[in-house]
């Protein structure tokens, strides 16, 4: 059985967006360019979400 991630619209965009910004078309990139851009996705909405909870001291 495969393990299968349903992905928000609000992180696609965000994949999406990280694919563009590194010069990448996101219908033409390869599954390991994808995953990668996930991860990139990922790991700085949680830096952003995490100076925000700093900010609010």
């Known amino acids: ?4 991630i349903i992905k928000s ?5 965000m ?3 990280v ?7 996101s ?3 390869d599954k390991q360019t994808r995953e990668y851009a ?3 996705a990922q790991k700085s909405h949680e830096a952003i979400k995490r100076a925000e ?4 001291w």
């Open 9 to 13: 619209s609000e992180r696609q965009k």
């Open 53 to 56: 909870g700093l900010r609010k």
């Open 38 to 40: 996930e991860c990139v």
């Open 1 to 4: 059985m495969a393990n299968v």
């Open 15 to 17: 994949t999406n967006k």
């Open 19 to 25: 694919l563009k910004d590194f010069g990448h078309n």
């Open 27 to 29: 219908s033409s990139a």
